[in-house]
């Protein structure tokens, strides 16, 4: 397999799976502003979508969007445990919280992040996404992860959107003492210190 990724961006969470599952893969970074592979391809021509993760299978078909990425990932390998088995509905739990990382928090920055926001609308927008973050510290108050005792894939996509949240409040979250742990906790993780150094990011 072959993961199209650009450092920092969204593409972190399937790269953390798959190595927390010791999958075999391949790497190669992409210039999303140019469309350009490391290796000089023409991104569009690989994912028409022209957006990361992209995923290349063995057998060569594509795989796009990142919390569809992680499931087919995690029921590779289901003795890992990153996603509770198909059909049951501990499994639809988690693709609520995909569901809800994607579209609520993840999202979320767009607006902040736009060059042509202003300083008031950009204030709402983290106001509407501190809300949604409040969401999540209450999940992983009384728990170590969004599912209870098991690490999932969801906790590596919030560990992603909550990299870029930590941008916004600060290391401490704003004080908030539930996300500053459950950070910290998936940090910690041999899977994410090593995804990390791959990509040539903190």
């Known amino acids: 397999m072959k993961l199209y990724f650009t450092p920092g961006a969204c593409s972190l969470s399937p790269h953390i799976a798959l190595r927390e599952l010791a999958l075999s893969f391949e790497l190669e970074a992409v210039d999303l502003r140019t469309k350009k592979t490391q290796s000089g ?46 059909g049951t509905f501990e499994r639809v739990r988690l693709q609520e919280w995909l569901h809800f990382i994607a579209t609520e928090l993840h999202k979320g920055f767009g607006p902040i992040n736009h060059p042509k926001a202003n300083d008031e609308l950009k204030s709402v927008w983290k106001e509407r996404l501190a809300s949604r973050f409040a969401i999540l510290a209450t999940a992983v108050e009384k728990s170590p992860f969004v599912l209870g005792e098991q690490f999932t894939v969801a906790d590596g996509y919030a560990y992603y959107v909550l990299r870029n949240w930590r941008k916004l409040t600060g290391p401490d979250f704003a004080g908030s003492h539930a996300l500053k742990r459950y950070y910290e906790s998936i940090a910690g993780r041999s899977s994410v210190r090593a995804a990390l150094s791959a990509e040539g990011i903190e």
Request: aromatic letters at 6%; zero cysteines; a negative charge.
């Open 41 to 86: 391809g023409d991104f569009l021509a690989i994912n028409p979508k022209g957006y990361i993760p992209a995923l290349i299978l063995n057998d060569g078909s594509l795989l796009t969007e990142g919390a569809i990425i992680v499931q087919y990932l995690a029921d590779l390998r289901p003795d890992a445990r990153l996603a509770p088995a198909q």
